[in-house]
């Protein structure tokens, strides 16, 4: 292809080649090349990206632009060609004077719009993570370009991007006044500059002064210089406090949503709305890493080390490593946030790739709550059961004290009932006589069953002692309320876990027993947190069990009141 390279048309950015009502509808083009067969006069040839999950594949393949299509195929267009007897969807990605392959072309199908929907940084992105993955362009693309909605595309043509609003000088660095390097990275973006930077974020804070206003003022900066910017959070909840952060700050509407949980046609409005250069920032989950901004400056992600920023398929990419080539392909400043940094975040820091802003160790003391670890020091001589008493006495005075005051939290690893029954005696573990699976029951009385196979666990004597009697190993979320409501009668309780989210807990005195990444936001802070059964977090299987640990940990220390407070 190198003779050819003067007279090919490669991907140009889609304000150029994608506006609106260009040439002729797709009805009339079909209806012309069913009369007229002739190819294109100008690059007649156009390299397609088939979607399709074969490995294999994994190539650009040459088909015939028709004369009716010459002007609607551009690059980054989608198509529909046939491939191995049956029609697929694809890309075009370039078009050229001359094939490769020395016999005829199979002539496109069909232009499916007009809509240029694959830009030339997203296509270069795209390959570097599939390469970096060892997966496929295509299997990239399917992540990276949502399918097409007619009625969406239709309305974004006819809508107006917002004027872009002055933001409040009231609230223009707050966010970042207690990191001594914070102002001086705003600095650098309002400049134009593209710093990579690590936030060590300082835990309860008030919202004038929280992460998720950070990273809205780090995005005016970013707007100031003329570039637009992309923050990945994890889930909705997140996405809420930031879309709201971005409110207050530069006013409704200056912003665009892409998460997985909008309609089809919501997600792809908001999606055209950032290609066509109406929205300048965007704010999502792991569907906004891919949002096609026109100019980006910066890509902001929060909280790297959840898991749900791994995406689910393949080639199953982290959002972190697609930030990441992202900003190296656009030139573009990175910035990652959370309460602790995650292993490869620290690696970065470590080797000079990121430049680290954190407070000083007097103001993370200051901020941070007073931290008491059942059976340690003095309380080992107080409460002798205390290092093995799931609800010791260091932990029941804390929740006593802290519910007159306000709401309480109580971090559960596990949701459920009671989790792996062991014998009352000997503590050996019971499981199920058919698969020797896990068992779960409602409580110790109740006939168990088994977790793998469903099936009823019978009564029957240890198999080391004799002993008929049962005690719960694990106990979930919901055993847990229920101890605690029976504990403390008069007080409300709250669960909260995967699927049965609470977005705010006011502040009134209450207690909420919830799973980690579950745990809400109280107003004014929780007055105190217990995190119960902490070794069944050290026991996660895999290599990072004590890094998520830990960050689970942190997480939910940060929802409580600094120590000066009482927290």
């Not at 060892?134 to 004027?163: I, N, Q, Y």
């Not at 106990?475 to 007080?491: C, H, K, L, N, S």
Request: aromatic residues 4%; charged residues 20%.
């Amino acid at each position: 292809m190198s003779e050819h390279d003067t007279d090919q048309l490669a991907l140009v950015p889609a304000d150029v080649v994608s506006a609106p009502g260009r040439g002729r509808s797709a009805t009339s083009r079909t209806a012309a090349r069913a009369g007229s067969p002739a190819l294109a006069g100008h690059l007649p040839v156009a390299k397609v990206v088939i979607d399709t999950g074969l490995a294999h594949l994994d190539r650009p393949f040459e088909y015939s632009v028709a004369a009716v299509d010459e002007g609607a195929a551009v690059p980054g267009v989608r198509v529909r060609v046939r491939f191995a007897g049956r029609d697929h969807d694809g890309f075009v990605v370039a078009r050229t004077a001359t094939s490769e392959h020395p016999g005829a072309l199979t002539p496109l199908r069909r232009v499916v719009s007009d809509e240029v929907v694959l830009t030339p940084h997203i296509l270069r992105v795209c390959r570097h993570v599939a390469d970096y993955y060892a997966g496929s362009l295509a299997d990239m693309l399917r992540l990276a370009v949502p399918p097409r909605h007619a009625a969406a595309e239709k309305a974004a043509a006819e809508a107006v991007g917002p004027s872009a609003a002055p933001e409040g000088d009231k609230a223009r660095n707050s966010a970042w006044s207690a990191y001594p390097a914070g102002r001086a990275l705003l600095t650098r973006l309002e400049g134009g500059q593209s710093p990579a930077a690590a936030l060590l974020a300082l835990p309860a804070q008030p919202p004038s002064r929280d992460w998720p206003l950070a990273l809205a003022q780090a995005a005016a900066a970013t707007r100031r210089s003329g570039r637009g910017s992309v923050l990945v959070v994890p889930d909705h909840r997140d996405l809420d406090r930031v879309s709201a952060a971005l409110d207050a700050l530069l006013g409704p509407g200056q912003h665009a949503r892409l998460s997985a949980d909008q309609g089809p046609s919501a997600r792809y409005s908001s999606w055209l709305s950032v290609l066509r250069g109406q929205h300048d920032i965007v704010v999502g989950t792991r569907a906004a890493a891919y949002a096609p901004m026109t100019s980006p400056g910066l890509f902001a992600l929060w909280d790297d080390g959840d898991d749900v920023l791994r995406e689910l398929r393949s080639p199953y990419p982290h959002i972190r490593e697609v930030l990441r080539l992202r900003a190296a392909d656009a030139q573009a400043a990175l910035l990652t946030a959370g309460f602790v940094r995650s292993a490869p975040v620290a690696a970065w820091v470590s080797a000079g790739h990121m430049r680290s802003v954190h407070s000083t160790t007097a103001t993370v003391r200051h901020e941070m709550p007073r931290v008491a670890v059942a059976g340690e020091g003095h309380e080992g001589a107080h409460d002798a059961a205390a290092a093995t008493a799931r609800l010791p006495s260091l932990a029941w005075r804390a929740i006593s004290v802290g519910v007159k005051t306000g709401p309480v939290l109580i971090q559960v690893p596990r949701r459920g009932n009671i989790l792996g029954l062991s014998c009352g005696r000997c503590r050996h573990r019971i499981e199920c006589g058919a698969c020797h699976g896990p068992t779960t029951s409602a409580d110790e009385v109740t006939e168990p069953t088994c977790q793998w196979c469903g099936k009823p666990v019978p009564v029957a004597p240890c198999p080391q002692c004799g002993s008929s009697e049962r005690r719960g190993a694990v106990r979930g979320e919901q055993r847990t309320a229920y101890e605690i409501g029976r504990a403390f009668p008069g007080v409300k309780v709250h669960t909260a876990k995967a699927g049965q989210l609470l977005p705010r807990v006011n502040a009134e005195p209450s207690i909420v027993v919830a799973t980690p990444g579950a745990e809400p936001v109280a107003e004014g802070g929780y007055t105190a947190t217990v995190l119960l059964d902490g070794w069944a977090l050290l026991d996660r299987a895999g290599l990072d069990s004590s890094i998520e640990a830990l960050r689970r940990w942190s997480a939910a220390a940060a929802l409580t009141r600094s120590g000066a407070a009482g927290g």
